[in-house]
C-alpha cells in the first residue's frame, strides 16, 4: 500500500472518530493477529498525545508494535545492542525530523493544543488536517523495522515458548517492553494484550469442547 493510500485509509477512520493511535495500531495489529476489537480499545487512551499533549499517539502506539516485535521480558536485554530501545530511538528521530516533533502540542495545526481544557480552536483552522500524515509517516518509517521476516520471526518465538499454543501463558516474545517516555504505560499494555488473547483464545476452545 502507497504512502498515499494509506493515508487515505487513516483519513477515512480519523474522519469517524478514530483516534490516531488507534489508526496506526490498528495496521499493525492485523499484521500480528491481534484482535481488532481489542486493538482499537486497548489504545484508544493514547489519543491526544496520552490526553495531555505529549506523544503523538501515531508513535506511542508504533512503540507498543516494537516492544511486541522486538521487546523484552528479560532485564538484562535491555539496552542490549539493536534492541528495542535503539530502534525505537531510531524510529522517532526519523519521525521527528520529518514532521518537526513528536509532540502532539506541537503536531496540531494553529498551535491547537487539544488536551487543553482551555484552548479554542484557531478561527479558519482544522487542527487535525495533518493528522493522517502522521499515521501513515508512522507506519512507513516503521517497517524498515517490522517487516514481514520479523514479525514471522515473533510469532514463531511465541509459539515455540509456548508449545505451539501462544497464548497459553504470556511468552516474553509476546509480552515485550516497549521503551521511552510512556515505556511502563506500554509495557502493561502489551503484557494486557497477551492476557487478553489468552483468555480469548480459552473461552473458545470450552465453547468448542461444548458442541
Not at 488507534?22 to 491481534?34: G, M, N, P, T
Not at 481544557?117 to 523495522?145: F, I, Q, R
Request: aromatic share 8%; hydrophobic share 35%.
Amino acid at each position: 500500500m502507497s504512502h498515499s493510500e494509506t493515508m487515505k485509509m487513516f483519513q477515512e477512520m480519523l474522519d469517524k472518530g478514530t483516534h490516531c493511535s488507534q489508526c496506526v495500531f490498528s495496521y499493525w495489529a492485523e499484521r500480528l493477529d491481534i484482535d481488532p476489537e481489542f486493538a482499537m480499545r486497548i489504545t484508544s487512551g493514547l489519543g491526544m498525545g496520552v490526553n495531555h499533549g505529549d506523544s503523538c499517539g501515531a508513535v506511542t502506539s508504533t512503540a507498543l508494535a516494537f516492544g511486541l516485535v522486538h521487546g523484552f521480558s528479560d532485564a538484562a536485554e535491555s539496552n542490549s545492542d539493536g534492541g528495542v530501545e535503539k530502534l525505537l530511538k531510531e524510529f522517532e528521530a526519523a519521525f521527528a525530523e520529518r514532521n518537526g516533533s513528536l509532540l502532539c502540542r506541537d503536531l496540531l495545526s494553529g498551535g491547537y493544543d487539544a488536551a487543553d481544557p482551555n484552548a479554542t480552536v484557531p478561527k479558519g483552522v482544522d487542527p487535525w488536517e495533518n493528522c493522517a500524515k502522521y499515521c501513515a509517516d508512522a507506519v512507513e518509517l516503521a517497517e524498515h523495522y517490522l517487516t514481514a521476516e520479523n514479525i514471522e520471526r515473533y510469532s514463531s518465538l511465541a509459539l515455540a515458548a509456548n508449545d505451539g499454543n501462544p497464548y497459553d501463558s504470556p511468552s516474553p516474545y509476546a509480552i515485550g517492553a516497549a521503551s521511552g517516555a510512556t515505556g511502563l504505560a506500554l509495557g502493561v499494555l502489551a503484557t494486557l494484550v497477551v492476557t487478553y488473547e489468552k483468555r480469548r483464545a480459552k473461552n473458545e476452545r470450552e465453547m468448542k469442547d461444548r458442541s
